[in-house]
């Protein structure tokens, strides 16, 4: 029996599953690329994935990572790998090495410090690229990119030994195609990051908007949150496929969420959008349907 009920939305190749509440909790993990963006409260089903993508310290993000390890450990599983914004590793060590006391058992880690350019090859060609964001100090967002090696248009008609003999000659032959796949904001106002062409240009994008409603602004900038009429325009210039709102404060209702959602964004835009809502993916307007 898992501890959690995470949602599951297929999108394209990718499943996703998620929780997601402001403040509360925000773990989204896509087991096929074998990343977790945040941890939450580690439950159950993230255990078996390698790598943990942290966007910053908030206990809501990151509760659970000492668990996710040590649970790792105690399932015989590799030592687990923990992407964090760079400035969080001093703290961590000392929460691992608390832990450590109070368990009695050393807690194995990765633990790869990171900054805003950053990128850490997670497998075979699929990299993190890790962007600022603009929540607290070192925050960060990520870019799953793939990276495929394309031979340049100007060899293609060539055969396999003249190919070869180009390399051997030193010729750069190829290039380096990349595909950004899926970009995660974790908690953050509006940002340069929104423009960075691997953002606009991922399939699937991960933004927060924790306030929605017009006397929530305040609230909004004093948190560094996404508020929907900050975030609606920047919505129109992502060339995304998808687009899940995460961390939605618990101080709005669903049907109220979609209401102002299908005010603020074009049509267009709107077919795009999937609502994480605590453990319930849901599209905001569903293509066809009468608005
Ligand atoms: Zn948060
Ligand atoms: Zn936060």
Not at 142 to 155: D, I
Not at 189 to 211: H, L, Q, R, W, Y
Not at 253 to 260: A, L, P, Q, S, W
């Given at each position: 029996?898992p501890s959690?009920?995470?949602g599951?939305?297929?999108?394209?190749?990718?499943?996703?599953?998620?929780?997601?509440?402001?403040?509360e909790e925000?773990?989204?993990?896509?087991?096929?690329?074998?990343?977790?963006f945040?941890?939450?409260?580690?439950?159950e089903q993230?255990?078996?994935?390698?790598?943990?993508l942290?966007?910053?310290g908030h206990?809501d993000h990151?509760?659970?990572?000492?668990?996710?390890?040590?649970h790792?450990?105690?399932?015989?599983i590799t030592?687990?790998?923990?992407?964090?914004p760079?400035?969080l590793?001093a703290?961590?060590?000392?929460v691992?090495d608390g832990?450590?006391?109070?368990?009695g058992?050393?807690?194995?880690?990765?633990m790869v410090g990171?900054?805003?350019g950053?990128?850490?090859e997670?497998r075979?060609?699929?990299?993190?690229?890790?962007?600022y964001?603009?929540?607290?100090?070192g925050?960060l967002?990520?870019?799953m990119v793939?990276?495929?090696?394309k031979?340049k248009?100007e060899?293609?008609?060539?055969s396999?030994?003249?190919?070869?003999?180009l390399?051997?000659?030193?010729?750069?032959?190829?290039?380096?195609?990349?595909?950004?796949?899926?970009s995660?904001f974790g908690?953050?106002?509006?940002?340069a990051?929104?423009?960075d062409?691997?953002?606009?240009n991922?399939?699937v994008?991960?933004?927060?908007?924790t306030f929605?409603?017009d006397?929530?602004i305040d609230?909004?900038r004093?948190?560094r949150?996404?508020?929907?009429?900050?975030l609606?325009?920047?919505?129109e210039?992502l060339k995304?496929?998808?687009?899940?709102i995460?961390?939605?404060?618990?101080?709005i209702?669903?049907?109220?969420?979609?209401y102002i959602?299908r005010?603020?964004v074009?049509k267009?835009?709107?077919?795009?959008i999937i609502?994480?809502n605590?453990?319930?993916?849901?599209?905001?307007?569903?293509k066809?349907?009468?608005?």
């Amino acid at each position: 029996m898992p501890s959690h009920n995470l949602g599951q939305i297929k999108l394209g190749d990718l499943d996703i599953f998620g929780y997601s509440v402001a403040g509360e909790e925000t773990v989204i993990a896509i087991p096929q690329l074998d990343i977790c963006f945040d941890v939450g409260k580690a439950p159950e089903q993230i255990i078996p994935i390698n790598n943990i993508l942290l966007s910053h310290g908030h206990i809501d993000h990151c509760s659970g990572f000492a668990y996710y390890l040590s649970h790792r450990k105690f399932c015989g599983i590799t030592t687990g790998t923990i992407l964090a914004p760079a400035p969080l590793m001093a703290g961590m060590q000392k929460v691992l090495d608390g832990w450590a006391i109070l368990d009695g058992n050393a807690i194995p880690v990765n633990m790869v410090g990171m900054k805003g350019g950053d990128e850490y090859e997670v497998r075979h060609g699929l990299f993190a690229r890790a962007f600022y964001t603009q929540h607290v100090r070192g925050s960060l967002g990520y870019t799953m990119v793939e990276k495929r090696k394309k031979l340049k248009a100007e060899y293609l008609s060539l055969s396999g030994q003249e190919i070869i003999k180009l390399k051997q000659d030193g010729m750069k032959i190829d290039y380096v195609l990349e595909m950004p796949l899926v970009s995660y904001f974790g908690d953050t106002e509006p940002g340069a990051f929104m423009a960075d062409e691997s953002v606009v240009n991922s399939k699937v994008i991960i933004t927060e908007c924790t306030f929605f409603y017009d006397d929530h602004i305040d609230r909004a900038r004093a948190g560094r949150h996404m508020h929907i009429n900050d975030l609606a325009p920047l919505l129109e210039n992502l060339k995304c496929e998808h687009i899940i709102i995460t961390h939605i404060t618990q101080r709005i209702g669903v049907n109220d969420m979609r209401y102002i959602l299908r005010k603020k964004v074009s049509k267009e835009t709107c077919e795009k959008i999937i609502i994480l809502n605590q453990s319930t993916f849901e599209p905001v307007c569903a293509k066809n349907k009468q608005q």
